[in-house]
């Protein structure tokens, strides 16, 4: 069956998800990876950062690149940590409610431009001007990494299509 890109999402053209190549069984590769992840998340908590809002930030980005096993474990990481689910249910339209802080709403915000570069080729500088007014340098390097960091987690996750665990 040839798949037809430009009429519908990929997804949409496949009945089922089909067996890859795991990226992350590059043990010399993944190892690097997971090192800088761990590098990531310190400086978040060195910045003073809630580790609710990391993982609203992995939710997010994992939302928009469609990654079914990322959004399972950082939805599971968020519960875990006490967040709300209402809150994990609306992350899909979180500028239209008031559950999240000026913080949170910063960083979801420079999440969804950062996420998205390929369709606006820049982070907008009215979202940049939001985040520095909310974050102090230390946090906007964390949460920008932090984007960095899940979109990578998610383009190996897409790409492997990572079966979720049982």
Do not use: F
């Amino acid at each position: 069956m040839k798949l037809d890109h430009s009429r519908e999402p990929v997804a949409g053209s496949v009945a089922i998800v089909t067996k890859r190549i795991q990226l992350s069984a590059d043990p010399t590769l993944y190892k690097s990876l997971l090192a800088l992840h761990t590098e990531v998340e310190k400086a978040a908590a060195n910045a003073g950062l809630d580790q609710k809002l990391i993982e609203l930030v992995k939710i997010r980005g994992s939302q928009l690149n469609g990654c079914a096993y990322c959004l399972d474990k950082h939805s599971r990481d968020a519960r875990e940590l006490g967040e709300d689910e209402r809150r994990i249910y609306l992350l899909g339209a979180w500028w239209e409610t008031e559950l999240y802080t000026e913080q949170e709403r910063a960083a979801l915000a420079l999440t969804d431009a950062m996420t998205k570069l390929s369709e606006r080729q820049d982070v907008p500088d009215d979202v940049y001007e939001q985040a520095t007014k909310v974050l102090t340098e230390d946090q906007y390097r964390a949460v920008c990494w932090a984007v960095v960091m899940i979109n990578a987690w998610n383009r190996l996750g897409v790409t492997s299509h990572k079966a979720l665990p049982r």
